[in-house]
């Protein structure tokens, strides 16, 4: 029972951080900006060499 509520939790927190970093990209897009896989921020007007 515990272990399952703590399954649980780790899950929802997951999903909390995964929607949470969805809305960052999204309003950075809006901005102009992105997030390369690194978790870099960059101009997305810029041309990528």
Given at each position: ?49
């Amino acid at each position: 029972m515990l272990f399952s509520l703590a399954v649980a939790a780790m899950f929802a927190l997951m999903g909390y951080f995964a929607f949470g970093r969805a809305v960052l990209r999204h309003d950075l897009a809006e901005r102009g900006m992105t997030v390369d896989a690194r978790g870099w921020m960059r101009n997305a007007r810029t041309v990528a060499v």
